[in-house]
């Protein structure tokens, strides 16, 4: 541009835009040509005014032409995988973890896995139950089966309970705890 041309001037927030005034020429040949990054093409034949405050969040550049990953700086945590946008980023939590930055570390225990009585213990992306005597598998709700190894002796016939068992004896023997 030359001292004395003619300009509009097309604001956006605080950054201004000059483009030429030429009625004839199409939008794609105007030098400042607006698209969806404001005055992105500002920088090369036109100019972005000096006057203005810096450039809008996530562009940088002397004529803000430049797009910012906001993932750069990785924003997100515990091996999320972040997806950049203009202005913005998303942060996608692997299993265990939630937050907008994947910081929170997600209590399984919430969820009432453990069965039988058991004890809840939160992990890191997962957890684990502590099961009472007689159970048995991630959730403690399997019972153990007691009669397994024949704990009843002299001939005493074992039955099988949630969690216990108990010893019925021959006529003549009695029983002992086992």
Not at 12 to 33: A, M, S, V
Not at 80 to 101: R, T
Request: aromatic content about 10%.
């Amino acid at each position: 541009m030359d001292y004395g041309d003619k300009v509009n001037i097309i604001t956006q927030g605080q950054q201004e835009c000059l483009i030429p005034d030429d009625k004839t020429k199409t939008e794609e040949e105007i030098p400042c040509y607006v698209d969806s990054w404001f005055c992105r093409r500002c920088h090369t034949q036109g100019f972005v005014s000096m006057t203005t405050v810096p450039c809008l969040r996530s562009f940088s550049g002397q004529y803000c032409e430049i797009e910012m990953n906001e993932c750069d700086s990785t924003p997100c945590l515990n091996g999320a995988v972040c997806q950049d946008d203009v202005n913005s980023y998303d942060c996608f939590c692997p299993e265990g973890f939630e937050g907008l930055n994947c910081e929170i570390n997600f209590d399984e225990c919430t969820y009432g896995f453990c069965k039988s009585n058991s004890t809840c213990l939160d992990l890191v992306a997962d957890y684990s139950c502590v099961c009472p005597p007689g159970f048995t598998d991630k959730n403690c709700s399997t019972d153990i089966d007691e009669c397994f190894f024949k704990p009843c002796k002299n001939g005493g016939d074992c039955h099988d309970l949630i969690g216990e068992f108990y010893c019925s004896c021959l006529p003549g023997k009695k029983s002992v705890d086992v």
